[in-house]
């Protein structure tokens, strides 16, 4: 999942966390922006904690990235 990694395996979970997102939020489906821009946090978050080499815990790195959607269902809702 780094840069330096397979697009196709990025790809191919990025369009299942799409899919999963996309189940919970109405009106949504997996090629609307908001279900694309959630799971671009998750994966971007994931490559940051590989690429540096794991510098948190994975359950704080989950909380964070889940504040960071939070925040963006939040704006998103206000609109």
Known sequence: M????????TDRMCNALATM?????????PDDL????ICAMFLQSIIWWL????P?????L????SQLVRAVLRATAAT
Do not use: C, M, N, Y
């Open 2 to 9: 780094s840069r330096k990694g397979s697009p196709w395996f």
């Open 34 to 37: 908001l279900p694309s821009v």
């Open 56 to 60: 948190i815990p994975p359950e704080q």
């Open 51 to 54: 690429e540096h080499e794991r």
């Open 21 to 29: 997102t996309s189940e919970h939020l109405p009106d949504q489906t």
């Open 62 to 65: 989950a909380e964070q990235s």
